[in-house]
T-cell receptor
Framework: GAVVSQHPSWVICKSGTSVKIECRSLDFQATTMFWYRQFPKQSLMLMATSNEGSKATYEQGVEKDKFLINHASLTLSTLTVTSAHPEDSSFYICSARPGTGNNSPLHFGNGTRLTVT | QKEVEQNSGPLSVPEGAIASLNCTYSDRVSQSFFWYRQYSGKSPELIMS????GDKEDGRFTAQLNKASQYVSLLIRDSQPSDSATYLCAVSPVNISSNTGKLIFGQGTTLQVKP
């Protein structure tokens, strides 16, 4: 149980274009999903908390106009990287947890490797 | 001071030995602690969760928590080459105004188990 699916698993795009990444909870509903980013040899850095039916909460230093998050249903959150640049190339991973408590583990999608050329 | 700190390693142990991975955290009121394993190029997968002081065992893995010292560790017994990966410590910070349930990760410790 607690399967999180992410799509696409990898994407290559040209500088200046936008890329949308989908995150789905397959066997549970998630009012909250979390988007992380990981650069090579570094740890996971939380970008934003996606809230179903309301605005996302962004971590300090993350541009909300560049990283658009939409959480339109209890099983789907999307992250759109707008006007992507080479420095946005990274491994983007979403996560969620079943239930209403906030202390259980997060389950991660398989991640999306973005390469901006 | 980083919120969650780990030695990046690499930690190298021979096959069959015990690997000991350590993590310290800065938020004294944190309540939830997790160990994830991440293979190169893959996303993290949960190994253990621990919420109260003491030891928690699951197969070859033992998590240890000491809230007074703000310290959590992971022991891997009978280490296998397939255990070679990066081990991430994660802590759920407690915010009085809102507990969003986010996890803060350490930088991870790379474990190498040599045959």
């Amino acid at each position: 149980g607690a399967v999180v699916s992410q799509h696409p698993s990898w994407v290559i795009c040209k500088s200046g274009t936008s890329v949308k990444i989908e995150c789905r909870s397959l066997d549970f509903q998630a009012t909250t999903m979390f988007w992380y980013r990981q650069f090579p040899k570094q740890s996971l850095m939380l970008m934003a908390t996606s809230n179903e039916g309301s605005k996302a909460t962004y971590e300090q230093g993350v541009e909300k106009d560049k990283f658009l998050i939409n959480h339109a249903s209890l099983t789907l959150s999307t992250l759109t990287v707008t006007s992507a640049h080479p420095e946005d190339s990274s491994f983007y991973i979403c996560s969620a947890r079943p239930g209403t408590g906030n202390n259980s583990p997060l389950h991660f999608g398989n991640g999306t490797r973005l390469t901006v050329t | 001071q980083k919120e969650v700190e780990q030695n990046s390693g690499p930690l190298s142990v021979p096959e069959g030995a015990i690997a000991s991975l350590n993590c310290t955290y800065s938020d004294r009121v944190s309540q939830s602690f997790f160990w994830y394993r991440q293979y190169s190029g893959k996303s993290p997968e949960l190994i253990m969760s621990i919420y109260s002081n003491g030891d928690k065992e699951d197969g070859r893995f033992t998590a240890q928590l000491n809230k007074a010292s703000q310290y959590v560790s992971l022991l891997i017994r009978d280490s296998q080459p397939s255990d070679s990966a990066t081990y991430l410590c994660a802590v759920s910070p407690v915010n009085i105004s809102s507990n969003t349930g986010k996890l803060i990760f350490g930088q991870g410790t790379t474990l190498q188990v040599k045959p």
